[in-house]
């Protein structure tokens, strides 16, 4: 076997095997290998958090599942990506809530860590999640909204066992327009935030800190039965409209960047910055993210940008976007509505986690790091940021009595 590797090259796997189980039989085998085991998805995440050093089993070549079981819901398979989900859901009509900034990564992998796109009034992909069945050494197990320990099961971590199933919240399918403007002041935006990150169904704010008077872009995505753009705001953000496409990263090129200009189309080709046919984003990265209560978002954008001298040689590219609160244990909007400080880093990785704990210390002590990204938040303060956190930990001892799903990971945060 040759070395495995996570999307970005910096997490190189320690497992002793890499399975790809094709059947049910294949899976039942997998997981009756002795020794430990961790669920592997479309391997995104920058963390080690997917690493173990026995069997990583990968549910990316079973096959693909997606079958309405209500008018508002669907059975999928873990190991399918959001960007084949998408497509077959609005081929029959219907659609979810959000996305992500890429199509690319599996429905379990980032409903394991609380992936999120951006929106006001939508939560983060896991709160899509009505039903997950979980499997392991001992058989499996269906947690549904209600059972009392759901919650806990959903932002999950790898923890339990293998998402071989789960059931989403599905809506009718609806088109998206993009549009993009550029050069909004610090200051007024910073002023209107709650206005600002209303203008649309979905909205992103973009910066290289290379300038602390105005950020880089402001992406609105929205809803074409959306209320229209409220310009006499961008006027007061001193924003111009885009006249060409755009990537996040301001001037790099924007072919593999979804439809832009106000053209609408379906869902699921405009609420991802990135195409699902081409390679997401700037390729050679690593990313961080933090997630503040909506209440701490300007104190900590502000704090980003007293840091932010230090951040610019480091960064590609700063994003700014919303989730809405929920009620997942583990997840970084569990409670309250948040706010994300998403950082794509040059991959420099000694260089990035020698600047993390500035960032860290800068932000409000509620900050919430997303498990897939990489963070040197020391783990007895993470676990403070999080009030369900001994619920969790008692629920792993009794889904997993065995450890068998334990990593190193895992270990750190004294799971
Ligand atoms: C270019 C790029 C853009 C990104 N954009 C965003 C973004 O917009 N928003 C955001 O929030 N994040 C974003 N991320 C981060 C990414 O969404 C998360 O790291 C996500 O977890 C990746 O999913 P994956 O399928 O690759 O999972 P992996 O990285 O393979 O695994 C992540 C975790 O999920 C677990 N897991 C995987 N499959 C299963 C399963 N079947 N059952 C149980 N557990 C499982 C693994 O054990 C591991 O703990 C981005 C990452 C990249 C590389």
């Known amino acids: 076997m040759g070395i495995e590797t996570n999307w970005a090259g910096n997490v190189s796997y320690r497992a002793a095997a890499v399975v790809r189980p094709r059947t049910r039989d294949e899976l039942d085998r997998a997981l009756a290998t002795p020794g430990p085991l961790r669920p592997l998805g479309s391997r995104h995440s920058f963390s080690t958090i997917a690493d173990t050093t026995g069997t990583l089993i990968d549910l990316g070549a079973m096959p693909a599942v997606v079958e309405q079981t209500a008018p508002d819901a669907v059975r999928v398979s873990g190991g399918i990506r959001y960007g084949e989900l998408g497509a077959e859901l609005h081929r029959r009509g219907l659609a979810l809530s959000n996305l992500a900034s890429l199509p690319h990564i599996s429905v379990a992998g980032a409903v394991s860590t609380g992936t999120h796109g951006s929106g006001d009034a939508i939560g983060s992909l896991a709160t899509a999640v009505r039903a997950v069945t979980l499997a392991g050494p001992d058989g499996e197990r269906t947690l549904r909204r209600g059972d009392p320990d759901f919650a806990g099961a959903v932002v999950s971590l790898g923890a ?17 327009a993009q ?52 310009e006499a705001l961008l006027a007061r953000l001193g924003t111009t409209p885009a006249t060409v496409a755009r990537h996040p990263i301001l001037g790099a090129p924007a072919e593999a960047c979804t439809r832009q200009l106000g053209e609408a189309g379906p869902w699921h080709e405009r609420l991802p910055h990135f195409r699902f046919a081409f390679t997401p984003s700037a390729g050679e990265e690593l990313q961080s993210e933090y997630l503040v209560p909506r209440r701490d978002a300007v104190r900590a954008i502000e704090a980003v940008r007293r840091l932010s001298d230090r951040i610019a040689p480091l960064l ?100």
């Open 160 to 176: 339990l066992g293998l998402m071989v199933e789960l059931e989403l919240d599905v809506e009718p399918t609806y088109d998206v």
């Open 179 to 230: 549009t993009v403007h550029e050069g909004p002041a610090w200051d007024a935006l910073l002023a209107e935030f709650d206005r600002v990150t209303a203008l649309g169904t979905s909205v992103s704010v973009f910066s290289r800190w290379t300038d602390r008077d105005r950020a880089d872009q402001l992406w609105i995505k929205n809803r074409a039965d959306g209320a229209a753009l409220d």
């Open 316 to 415: 590609l590219v700063n994003e700014i976007r919303t989730v809405a609160a929920d009620d997942l244990w583990l997840s970084s909007s569990y409670g309250e509505p948040a706010v994300g400080l998403h950082f794509t880093w040059r991959r420099d990785q000694p260089a990035v986690e020698a600047l993390l704990p500035a960032i860290e210390a800068a932000l409000p002590d509620t900050a919430r790091p997303h498990w897939g990204k990489v963070s040197t938040l020391d783990p007895a303060e993470l676990r403070r940021r999080y009030p369900r956190w001994d619920d969790f930990a008692a629920l792993v001892g009794r889904m997993d009595p065995a450890g068998r799903f334990r990593n190193a990971y895992l270990e750190r945060l004294g799971l």
